[in-house]
């Protein structure tokens, strides 16, 4: 099981990011997929037990999408997904630490609907659906950036970057990127989400986009 550690920025300012981005020389991620609409499906047990261990079974699937942000063909990948704390780390996520650090296994299926009815089998459900679209770049091939993904993530509740790979890189990307640690968010998207629903005084569902089917 590998680590990742990870940090989400709130992006006020999205032409000044891009702009950002460009000036460190971030390209996007070569491949069949470079901006891609992902939905994902969250599992757990009936009495929410992966929820309070602070963990996440999931599932997602990603889809290519043009400029105008419409679904180009047929899903083109499906990622099943298991997240822990570190060991010797709290149950409960710790968000006080500068990054969130999580053991994280993953792996590629070809069907993503048959494995979801062979987790409902196994006793567990679907608890929570978003989607995003997410764009990724990595940084021109520099010792420090190494292993470093930049992740611009298009959610219904606002634009959110996600940096994940080496904390020096994580530190050093986001200062020049014109953030500092006190805007370091490591809640998890359906913590952000709630907050928001709190926020608006509306009752929390999935964090879809208001044309989603």
Partial sequence: MGRETEIKLRVG????????????????????????????????????????????????????????????????????????????????????????????????????DALTRIIEQLGMRVWFRYEKFRTTFRLPDKGWAAGLLIELDETPIGTFVELEGPANAIDRTATALGFSSRDYITANYF???????????????????????
């Fill in 13 to 112: 300012d999205l032409l000044a990011l891009r702009k950002a981005l460009k000036r460190l020389g971030a390209r996007m991620v070569s491949g069949g997929m470079r901006r891609v609409h992902e939905w994902n499906t969250a599992f757990d047990t009936p009495d929410g037990e992966l929820r309070r261990r602070g963990q996440l079974l999931r599932i997602r699937k990603e889809r290519p999408v043009d400029a105008d942000g419409k679904l180009q063909g047929k899903t083109q990948r499906v990622t099943l997904t298991f997240k822990k704390p570190t060991r010797g780390a709290r149950k409960k996520e710790d968000t006080s630490r500068a990054h969130k650090v999580r053991e994280e296994m993953e792996m590629q299926v070809t069907d993503g």
């Fill in 191 to 213: 913590v952000l989400y709630r907050d928001e629903c709190l926020r608006r005084d509306i009752e929390p569902s999935d964090m879809v986009f208001a044309n989603a089917k």
